[in-house]
């Protein structure tokens, strides 16, 4: 009984300690979950917004496998690769097609290049794309490649 009322002072109910501050860490959870979900909504939104991409239309190329320079092992690579382009490849089609023999040669020549080792990494991976991109913009700049996106990607050792 003594107890009961040292939890009660006036009309004021304490809880015993041990539920106090379970009910702050609670508390602490159920408003700091929706305040960090939201947090991190605005700032995926914000990178969307400024990241503006040019990219129109969409070229997709028949799959790429080759030999690998490891002098080595045996390895090979086959890549999927889809090119997203500044042009427009629906309103240009009374122009003529993509030079798709000189595209494709293009990214041969790249991934020829590569070693085994490096593209089993991201960072390989992402230097890979860069090397493309710079290529492709070097021998086919009318065509305005803007991004190249591996659609499969498979080294065999």
């Known amino acids: 009984m003594a107890e009961a009322e040292a939890r009660t002072r006036g009309s004021v109910a304490v809880p015993p300690k041990g539920n106090f501050s379970w009910m702050v860490w609670a ?5 700091g979950i929706p305040a960090v979900w939201m947090l991190r909504g605005r700032v995926q939104t914000e990178a969307a917004a400024t990241h503006t991409s040019q990219v129109k ?5 028949e799959t ?7 002098p080595d092992e045996r390895a090979y690579l086959r890549v999927g690769i889809d090119l997203g382009l500044t042009t427009d490849l629906q309103a240009n089609e009374r122009s003529g097609n993509p030079p798709i023999a000189l595209l494709r040669d293009t990214i041969l ?7 085994p080792q490096d593209l089993v990494t991201p960072q390989g991976k992402t230097r890979l794309k860069d ?3 710079r290529a492709l ?10 991004e190249v996106y591996f659609t499969e990607f498979l080294v065999q050792r």
């Open 57 to 61: 239309s969409v070229l997709h190329l």
């Open 109 to 115: 020549g790249v991934l020829a290049l590569a070693k």
């Open 131 to 133: 090397d493309l991109l």
């Open 137 to 146: 913009r070097e021998r086919a700049p009318a065509l305005g490649v803007e």
């Open 27 to 31: 508390a602490l959870l159920a408003l």
């Open 64 to 70: 790429f496998v080759l030999n690998l320079a490891d």
